[in-house]
């Protein structure tokens, strides 16, 4: 977790040796850094064999950004005086009231205008149908640039299926998060295999449930 120092858990490390190590940091009696690490874990202990520096040049995470293709004349606002962050809230709120809805998150375009504080930005709002009436719906509260998403789950969909990555069998979890902006479950493990993968996709759908392995195999 991060913090300063940061807050350490995860996989118990048999061999661990600082010594063998360069470019580690301490404070309050916590030493830390970023290594890759190459060995072997039998289920419930890793033994290092190799420790190099971190890949560099590592893909950082997908941008938040808006699905919808801009449209020809550019993001417009079809009405100015509904687009603060109060006006973005209280469309959120009532988006969230419907038993439909998938998501809600913004793309921001551009930089704050002279006196104000908010960059405009993109309201993205996703259900998972009759996209025409909700966005009719959303424009009685909304008057900014406006992308209106179909996905195939809803967020109480999804928060469930989050919640049951808990009681899982065969998983060992790190930690969990629902992306919005796809629609998806994202869970950190300690090893994904391809049982497990086939496994969720059967339970949930393909590509619903998406492991972030901490360990992958590798050839040495």
């Excluded at 919005?180 to 049982?195: K, L, N, S």
Aim: aromatic share 8%.
């Amino acid at each position: 977790m991060t913090s300063l120092p940061p807050q350490c858990g995860g996989i118990p490390i048999e061999n661990w040796d600082w010594g063998d190590v360069d470019d580690e940091e301490t404070a309050a009696g916590v030493t830390w850094g970023e290594y890759r690490v190459v060995g072997s874990y039998d289920g419930s202990t890793f033994v290092v064999t190799k420790v190099e520096s971190p890949h560099s040049g590592s893909a950082e995470d997908d941008p938040i950004d808006t699905p919808c293709p801009e449209p020809a004349g550019g993001w417009d606002s079809p009405d100015p005086s509904k687009e603060s962050m109060s006006d973005f809230q209280t469309t959120s709120r009532a988006a969230e009231r419907e038993s439909d809805f998938s998501g809600i998150w913004i793309d921001y375009i551009g930089e704050p205008e002279e006196g104000t504080d908010v960059a405009p930005f993109i309201a993205n709002i996703a259900f998972t149908g009759d996209i025409a009436r909700h966005e009719t719906e959303a424009r009685l509260t909304w008057g900014g640039p406006l992308c209106m998403i179909e996905l195939s789950r809803t967020h109480a969909e999804l928060r469930r299926i989050q919640d049951e990555m808990d009681e899982f069998e065969g998983i060992e979890m790190l930690w969990s998060d629902v992306d919005v902006t796809r629609g998806i479950v994202e869970v950190g493990v300690i090893v994904a295999t391809h049982e497990l993968r086939d496994e969720l996709a059967d339970r949930y759908g393909a590509g619903t449930v998406v492991l972030y392995p901490a360990l992958i195999p590798v050839e040495e």
